[in-house]
């Protein structure tokens, strides 16, 4: 398993609020399965740009790609380009999570007592919870020590949870939602009630759903009167531009918003359209929220590796995803040179022999740990499914890298290392994690809490020099 970071576990360890270390439990499974004699775990190799596709093709029979979604989703909208205090959730999380690629986002959480997440999603509830929640709390946690500093000196007392659509098209869950509503001393603002469905479509919902609106229309567990911060969720809301304040050039002010309103006969549809609500006068209505920070949260981006088109590989850009089987195997589409006139859609579809894909970058950004695991169950059963094939006699049987000529080494790493060498590559191994592993749970022993992330690649390395 090649891996950009030292040390594995990637959105589990980055992604996972810290606030939520059951959902880290997973880790045990993983770190059975690291156990097995037939498992190498290569850290702080990013393929494709550091080492090149065809050093390890030759070694191995196939290559699956489980690499995630690297970019965020943008709003394009005036402002967004700003490099203080507009940010993106996967930077923040990032970065209280004590990703080494954000250590130094430094985001000004004392410009103001405003923020705006625009998404309404559960990191979009993640982003909310944190600035919200109490610093002593959070010190329990394996949160980044730089990212308590700046939250302990913070002055955000109002989060706005802003989407374009309504309650029932919102992609929150209801346990981050009652986490966020129960959170002390802080209050949630009544959701008027055109916005929620009525008790007779209630009725009907699915449990999970109508527990979930009944959770919205029930309201704010803490009485505002004695809240010293407050969240809301706003809705039919679509972000326009950002606007900073006229004394101070460089503290952001406010955000401007144009109201949406349902394109579709049913709003409480789960795919119901929205389009720009107009005034009589033919102007799109507008709406100015407060705001010294302001975060999107509107999903992730998978992006292509340095040298897929040497693999073969035609990256789904428009989808973000590798073209595949929907069963793991990576596909390819040809087409004659001279047919100008069958569309894409309708040719020939192969796969790529020995080349694999699970996770976002299979079907894309969406779904928690447990359905990504699901996901790369399958994929696995395809490669065992083509191994099998491969060893068949019949005239049909599955190839894999290097068939053609002759089959790979079967060096695996042994057959990479060389290269990685001489490229000055400085490869961490599973026992050089297990060490950096120890050195930071000691770290967080002394403050407390469960480990002390490094935050820097380097700091990791010296623990194994």
């Known amino acids: 398993m090649y891996e950009q970071l030292p040390v594995p ?20 499974k993983f770190t059975e399965v690291a156990t097995s004699s037939r498992f190498n775990f290569i850290g702080n190799i990013a393929v494709g740009s550091q080492l090149p ?7 191995y029979d196939a290559i699956l790609f489980a690499y995630g979604a690297a970019k965020d989703r943008e709003l394009g909208i005036p402002g967004e380009d700003a490099k203080k205090n507009v940010l993106s959730a996967r930077a923040f999380v990032g970065w209280y999570n004590g990703l080494p690629e954000y250590r130094d986002l430094a985001p000004d959480l004392t410009a103001g007592e405003h923020a705006v997440v625009v998404g309404q999603g559960n990191v979009a509830l993640d982003v909310a919870r944190i600035l919200l929640s109490d610093v002593d709390a959070l010190r329990k946690t394996d949160i980044s020590e730089h990212a308590l500093e700046e939250l302990s000196r913070s002055k955000i007392k109002r989060v706005r949870v802003v989407g374009r659509r ?7 869950t209801i346990k981050e939602i009652r986490e966020l509503i ?35 229309a029930k309201g704010s567990a803490t009485d505002p009167s004695s809240a010293s911060k407050s969240w809301s969720l706003d809705f039919l809301l679509s972000p326009h531009s950002l606007h900073w304040s006229p004394m101070f050039p460089y503290r952001l002010s406010h955000a401007k918003f144009i109201r949406n309103e349902f394109s579709s006969p049913d709003p409480f549809a789960p795919d119901a359209k929205v389009q720009q609500h107009f005034l009589t006068s033919g102007n799109p209505a507008q709406v100015n929220i407060p705001c010294n920070v302001f975060f999107r949260s509107i999903g992730y981006k998978s992006l ?15 989808r973000g995803i590798i073209p595949n089987d929907g069963f793991g195997r990576v596909t390819s589409t040809t087409r004659a040179a ?9 040719t020939h579809i192969s796969h790529l022999p020995g080349l694999y894909c699970a996770g976002w970058v299979k079907r894309g950004p969406t779904g928690v740990i ?27 049987k599955i190839s894999f890298l290097n068939s053609t000529s002759g089959g ?19 490869p961490t191994s599973w026992e050089d994690w297990q060490r950096i592993d120890s050195v930071e749970k000691e770290r967080g022993k002394a403050k407390g809490k469960p480990r002390e992330k490094f935050g820097r690649v380097e700091e990791m390395l010296d623990v194994i020099r």
């Open 408 to 426: 790979s080494t079967g060096l695996g790493w042994e057959g990479v290392r060389t290269e990685a060498m001489q490229r000055g590559l400085q």
């Open 166 to 172: 309504g309650p029932m098209q919102a992609a929150f």
């Open 304 to 318: 292509p590796l340095p040298g897929f088109e040497g693999l073969g590989i035609e990256f789904d850009g428009r």
């Open 182 to 216: 129960q959170l002390p001393s802080v209050s949630f603002d009544t959701i008027p009630k055109d916005f929620l469905p009525p008790e007779d479509i209630v009725a009907a919902l699915p449990r999970a759903q109508k527990r979930l609106i009944q959770l919205l």
């Open 9 to 28: 576990f990637g959105l589990v360890r980055y992604g996972v609020a810290p606030d939520h270390p059951e959902v880290k439990n997973c880790e045990e």
């Open 338 to 346: 001279e047919d100008t006139t069958t569309p894409l859609d309708q």
């Open 370 to 396: 447990a359905s990504t695991m699901m996901d790369a169950f399958g994929t696995a059963d395809s490669i065992v499914a083509d191994w099998e094939a491969s060893k068949s006699s019949s005239e049909a």
């Open 53 to 59: 596709f065809s050093t390890l093709k030759p070694h």
